[in-house]
């Protein structure tokens, strides 16, 4: 194992004759629900790498790691106990819901850190030179706008940078609504230091490599307690999705080494005591024999025993069963695959990659080799723009019948896809809509009373299946099933 967690270059420090200070912020969420799936901010650690490589100092505020002891010390036992693999929940204050939620009738929330936590601990810090921001979902912005007004506060004039799919998606509301100093599109190892250098004469401006390999690996050593790890074995992804903005946010596609990828798991699992690995790839399983197969032989080979996770769904079509052995002796514990819908037309229209026959074919591969069908889940799209019940009964009763669960996906119109452009079409919202109302928990309520009990009654007819499937009873062996639910829920939406 060669694995170094930072690489050093021995000209960068020439550029300085101290240490200028960089603080990377990962704010918290605000929203109705939120849940930590293995969540690092993994953007920041990347350039906070980087930024390293070329003399800088970084200080790292992730306020939405779990594992951080003056959190667990603040928030006490209730938030301190983790699932079997290291998932758990936030710590939670409510808030007063903005005016465009006003409606809704559910407790808004501000997920992660208490803001008194947070406060002190800006406080303890030494003044930095540039504040880096990062932002993920484009409804989240209201957490993105508190942390700039709370960092403006703390250090007045200190330049803020703000980055993130959010940053990316919209930059022009970003820029209106948030107000840092500059706002970067895109991946921010490329511009950073062109950025940096409007604020700081002395920033170098190294040529950065377009090949991952190249580059430093994210700096995990920031956190003081580090027990889950996110892993990006590539970026990008070919596909284009027609709700899915991955080619909005990442420049192509491009992977690591295999062995690279498993020098950096290999080095947190033995040295730092990681036992749960979470795979966030958009295209985790493409070119599988060039590809994923070597990491995961590479975990076998080295004796890497942890768990592996895979919450971004799996691309069906290429679960084989050599691939799914691969899986299984490996250790992956968490499956998701990529399902969306059963309805042909619409998997042309929407791009998909898996049909109904793909699941099937998956599903009894990676059952051949171990894996307990329970244990596996496939998503399933609903509430999509101009999409009939019966479309989304059949898709969740098409994943039934394989006898694995119901992952339901709540629509979300993100700006830049297709889906997007057709929401606009279709009048579902308009053109001028608060991007708090592109939320999933928000979207249906926004269409409608009927639209909105009928996600609801979704949501309970995927748990009623999912209990079954945990009973080992299968409620779709006969075709009349589909029918008899479809009734009964359409039963439901004309009650008073």
């Avoid at 490996?330 to 229209?349: C, M, W, Y």
């Avoid at 001028?432 to 949501?459: C, H, M, P, W």
């Avoid at 995927?462 to 499937?469: K, M």
């Amino acid at each position: 194992m060669n694995f170094q967690p930072l690489k050093f270059s021995k000209f960068s420090f020439d550029f300085h004759t101290h240490k200028h200070r960089i603080l990377l912020v990962n704010p918290w969420i605000y929203d109705f629900a939120a849940y930590d799936f293995w969540i690092k901010p993994l953007g920041l650690l990347y350039l906070a790498s980087l930024l390293r490589q070329y003399g800088f100092e970084v200080i790292l505020l992730d306020c939405l790691d779990r594992f951080d002891p003056e959190y667990l010390a603040f928030v006490g036992p209730r938030y301190q106990k983790q699932k079997r693999f290291h998932t758990g929940k936030f710590y939670r204050e409510v808030i007063p819901k903005p005016f465009p939620l006003r409606h809704i009738p559910r407790q808004y929330g501000r997920y992660g850190w208490p803001v008194e936590l947070v406060q002190r601990k800006l406080r303890q810090m030494p003044q930095p030179d540039a504040i880096l921001v990062t932002s993920v979902m484009t409804y989240w912005y209201p957490a993105v706008r508190e942390m700039v007004q709370l960092l403006r506060s703390i250090f007045p004039g200190v330049p803020i940078i703000l980055g993130g799919i959010y940053a990316t998606l919209c930059p022009e509301h970003a820029e209106r609504v948030v107000q840092p100093d500059v706002v970067v599109s895109g991946e921010g190892e490329v511009s950073i230091f062109q950025v940096l250098r409007q604020f700081i004469p002395d920033v170098p401006l190294p040529k950065i490599a377009d090949g991952l390999d190249a580059r430093p690996n994210a700096a995990y050593d920031l956190f003081p307690q580090l027990v889950t790890m996110p892993i990006l074995t590539s970026r990008g992804c070919p596909y284009r999705c027609s709700f899915c903005a991955s080619f909005l946010v990442a420049k192509g596609y491009r992977r690591r080494s295999p062995e690279k990828v498993v020098d950096e798991i290999e080095y947190y699992y033995r040295h730092h005591g990681v036992r749960n690995f979470a795979f966030y790839d958009d295209a985790l399983l493409l070119r599988k024999h060039k590809h994923i197969i070597p990491i995961l032989e590479g975990i076998i080979s080295r004796k890497i025993r942890a768990n592996f996770h895979t919450p971004n769904g799996l691309h069906a079509r290429e679960i084989d069963v050599e691939l799914a052995d691969k899986m299984f002796r490996a250790g992956v514990k968490t499956i998701h695959l990529s399902f969306e819908t059963a309805n042909p037309q619409r998997l042309q229209d929407m791009n998909s990659k898996v049909t109904p026959d793909d699941l099937r074919m998956a599903t009894e591969n990676l059952e051949q080799v171990g894996f307990q069908r329970k244990r596996i889940e496939a998503y399933v799209l609903v509430g999509l723009p101009g999409q009939l019940l019966e479309e989304m009964v059949e898709s969740m009763l098409a994943v039934h019948r394989l006898g694995i669960k119901i992952r339901l996906s709540e629509f979300s119109p993100i700006p830049g896809t297709r889906e997007w452009e057709r929401a606009l079409q279709l009048e579902e919202m308009p053109e001028d809509a608060d991007l708090l109302l592109t939320n999933n928990s928000v979207y249906a309520i926004n269409q409608g009373t009927e639209k909105f009990r009928l996600i609801e009654q979704l949501r309970f007819l995927s748990r009623i299946l999912n209990q079954a499937v945990d009973l080992g009873i299968n409620l779709a062996n006969d075709s009349a099933l589909a029918q008899s639910i479809n009734r009964g829920i359409n039963q439901l939406l004309k009650l008073k």
